[in-house]
């Protein structure tokens, strides 16, 4: 590997986590923020890639996420898919005269169906790296943009991604729910309740009324709206992955208390998922991609 020491960041929309990675591959040091590329402008990224470096060290930086896109700080082009991690360390977009790179994002190209990621492949290739997830998977990759990613021989060949987490966002900050789902979703009966309603055959639009109109004549507590929605629309997401999955067994990778909703869903389904920590597999990823840079 070129970089005895460097700097890993998974830069997303809303926050950035950044690590100090030693040359045994260890995670030295560490810190998240709010950062995301949403509150910040294209010319203050040069300052906010400095400010990295101040925490954390003057490294070289390994960049994947969002920080990437055509919002973000540099537009790393995307590498269509089936890829692999050879093809993702390949076609690094390089900045700062080689001081740092960022990874590119994949794509799916087809006449029916076009769809794209940045972040998510980081962690699925560092967890084939680690021996976490086999070489042929279907893994879960919940959060603001769910994915439901296929992966044959080590490599993604498909995926499609499920607008969950932003739909339930943008409920709770506007609109009849909204006073009603500020709550935090947990996978007790009302997430149960929702999940088993989404996945039913309905109409996911005129369910999501019934959130308030049950509220409103006591059917359903206040202080469980959050987690029924949640539910609802999980329930929904997963019915279109378990159709995907073709009777794989789903792999959940993420942040904990999205993995957990997700599992607690696959099993209201009546099927099981392993979870994985998405952190772990994003550092493990990282130090892939960076010991293939010559």
């Known amino acids: 590997m070129r970089w005895a020491e460097f700097i890993a960041v998974d830069w ?11 040359n045994h591959g260890n995670c030295l040091d560490e810190f998240e923020d709010d950062r995301g590329i949403l509150s910040m402008s ?43 991690l050879d093809e993702l360390a390949a076609q690094l977009t390089w900045v700062e005269d080689g001081g740092a790179a960022i990874v590119p994002g994949l794509s799916i190209v087809g006449d029916t169906h076009a769809d794209v990621m940045r972040g998510e492949e980081v962690q699925i290739f560092g967890a084939l790296a680690a021996g976490l997830i086999p070489a042929n998977s279907f893994v879960c990759h919940p959060g603001t943009h769910n994915k439901w990613i296929g992966i044959e021989a080590g490599r993604i060949v498909d995926f499609r991604t499920v607008m969950t987490g932003e739909l339930f966002n943008l409920l709770r900050e506007r609109g009849v729910l909204a006073d009603l789902i500020g709550d935090d979703a947990w996978p007790g009966d009302a997430f149960r309740a929702g999940v088993r309603r989404g996945l039913g055959d309905c109409t ?40 995907l999955a073709r009777g794989s067994q789903p792999i959940v990778m993420g942040r904990p208390e999205l993995t957990h909703l997700y ?13 994985v920590v998405g952190e772990t597999a994003f550092l493990a990823g990282a130090v892939a991609i960076a010991g293939r840079i010559e």
């Open 263 to 275: 599992a607690a869903a696959i099993a209201e389904a009546g099927q099981s998922a392993r979870e």
């Open 42 to 84: 294209k010319g203050e990224f040069a300052g906010a890639v400095a400010d990295i470096r101040v925490r954390l060290g003057d490294l070289p930086l390994l960049l994947a996420g969002m920080v990437g896109s055509r919002s973000g700080w540099v537009e790393a082009p995307y590498v269509e898919c089936p890829a692999g």
């Open 204 to 243: 996911l639009t005129a369910e999501l009324f019934t959130v308030r109109a049950r509220v409103l004549l006591g059917q359903l507590e206040r202080g469980n709206a959050a987690s029924y929605t949640s539910g609802l629309l999980i329930g929904a997401d997963v019915r279109l992955g378990l159709d």
């Open 12 to 22: 997303g929309t809303t926050n950035r986590r950044a690590y100090r990675i030693g």
